[in-house]
């Protein structure tokens, strides 16, 4: 196996443990069946261990995700309806790959653009050639990497919108993960802008 193929057994068993089959209503074996081609593909994959696995909204549905991440014990919450999650949704150019899993190369939380306007970060974002995070994938950095948000900073989640116009937020509140939204034109001191720089369905690994 190579390092990405590992990294990505690694992430999927963590979510599996979390309870991931059950919001997809399936069981676990069936449930790493549908990551085992993208996971096989990486095999020869040389890129390495700055990765993210991310399940589609279609395998497993939003709303419930930030419950079933914690940092020391403390679990993740929201103050948001379900409805209101769920309208979150990718903006054009930022679509996952065909699912239900794909990779996201080299996520950050955005530090460098930490305390910009969404509207100023987005781009920011844009001229450095990078690519904003989507609710999923933020919801996947809080579930991998929780310690991000104690050793970074919490973000903004600009690849995703609501018909309103707020974006999807996620930091630290009350000794917990967060998960709610800000307006398009206020800033914060502490959220950055979280961005990757690929976005790898198993089709462009063949």
């Known amino acids: ?14 979510i599996v443990a979390l309870g991931y089959p059950d919001v997809a209503d399936m069981s676990a074996a069936a449930f ?18 700055q990765i993210l696995l991310v399940p589609t909204r279609e395998l497993v549905s939003p709303e419930s995700l930030i419950a079933r991440t914690s940092i020391n014990r403390m679990a993740g919450f929201t103050t948001m ?20 899993f794909y990779l996201v190369v080299e996520p950050r939380t955005g530090t460098c653009y930490i305390n910009r306007e969404p509207d100023v970060a987005r781009k920011l974002i844009d001229s450095d050639e990078r690519l904003p995070l989507t609710l999923e994938e933020g919801l996947a950095i809080a579930t991998q990497h929780p310690e991000w948000l104690l050793e970074k900073n919490g ?11 707020r974006v999807p937020s996620i930091w630290m509140s009350q000794n917990a993960p967060r998960l709610g939204a800000v307006w398009p034109n206020s800033r914060h001191t502490w959220l950055g802008n979280a961005f990757c720089v690929s976005r790898r369905g198993v089709s462009l690994f063949h």
């Open 155 to 165: 973000f903004n989640l600009l690849g995703s919108r609501s018909a309103d116009g």
């Open 32 to 49: 790493r069946a549908l990551a085992r081609p993208l996971i096989r593909a990486l095999e020869d994959s040389d890129l390495g261990t």
């Open 1 to 14: 196996m190579s390092k990405a193929s590992e990294e990505a057994q690694k992430q999927l068993d963590r």
């Open 81 to 100: 309806p379900p409805r209101d999650i769920a309208s979150f949704l990718p903006q054009d150019g930022f679509e996952p790959p065909e699912g239900p």
